[in-house]
Antibody, heavy 124, light 107 residues
Framework: QVQLVESGGGVVQPGKSLRLSCAAS????????IHWVRQAPGKGLEWVGV????????YYADSVKGRFTISRDNSKNTLYLHMNSLRAEDTAVYYCTRENYNILTGFYTGFDYWGQGNLVSVSS | DIQLTQSPSFLSASVGDRVTITCRAS??????LAWYQQKPGKAPKLLIF???TLQGGVPSRFSGSGSGTEFSLTINSLQPEDFATYYCQQLKTYPRTFGQGTKVEIK
């Protein structure tokens, strides 16, 4: 079955870096766009960013642009979120999530599978 | 960027009630809208995409409607397991913005 498993979270000091991983299984990883979404404690969902199927294009939320980088290794079925210059406001549960796509209609059909979430806490 | 505004932010209802949540987009997004349900400590669950298409396995008491800039999620005959927070999301463009959420609580 489809699985997305995040790892790499933890406590980190402001200004430091951290890398999250998202290991995928149960589907052809290279055929799907995988996003990062985060949720600060007690807050709503915030889209973080995405990379294209082959990693050649990236899009980011303004709040993380220039500090976060998304990459993927299709040979390892793994997505990464490289977080630099971390701030207290980056404290959140980070989810990786698959966006489905109807190849016949060209229609995006939502984020249908999500990882369990991984907590990143930025604190001195 | 496309902004999504949900209303209400908080809703108190009883089992068996019919509830409706509204999502307004700042720009025309056609029917590129999804709805999610999230329970505490859990990842969101996709309920509806294409504004009105039910994701597989989602009970038929959930329905979505709308197009352009005005959308709604309706839950007919609210069940105990439906008490959760609901989010809309636009799939038209990047960033893939979410609404701020609507918490549905037991009256």
């Amino acid at each position: 079955q489809v699985q997305l498993v995040e790892s790499g979270g933890g406590v980190v000091q402001p200004g430091k870096s951290l890398r999250l991983s998202c290991a995928a299984s149960g589907f052809p990883f290279g055929s799907y766009i995988i996003h990062w979404v985060r949720q600060a404690p007690g807050k709503g969902l915030e889209w973080v960013g995405v990379t294209s199927y082959d990693g050649s294009n990236e899009y980011y939320a303004d709040s993380v642009k220039g500090r976060f980088t998304i990459s993927r290794d299709n040979s390892k079925n793994t997505l990464y979120l490289h977080m630099n210059s971390l701030r207290a406001e980056d404290t959140a549960v980070y989810y990786c999530t698959r966006e489905n796509y109807n190849i016949l209609t060209g229609f995006y059909t939502g984020f249908d599978y999500w990882g369990q979430g991984n907590l990143v806490s930025v604190s001195s | 960027d496309i902004q999504l505004t949900q209303s209400p932010s908080f809703l108190s209802a009883s089992v068996g009630d019919r509830v409706t949540i509204t999502c307004r987009a700042s720009h025309d997004i056609s029917n590129y809208l999804a709805w999610y349900q999230q329970k505490p400590g859990k990842a969101p669950k996709l309920l509806i995409f294409g504004a009105s298409t039910l994701q597989g396995g989602v009970p038929s008491r959930f329905s979505g409607s709308g197009s352009g800039t005005e959308f709604s999620l309706t839950i007919n005959s609210l069940q105990p397991e439906d008490f959760a927070t609901y989010y809309c999301q636009q799939l038209k463009t990047y960033p893939r913005t979410f609404g701020q959420g609507t918490k549905v609580e037991i009256k």
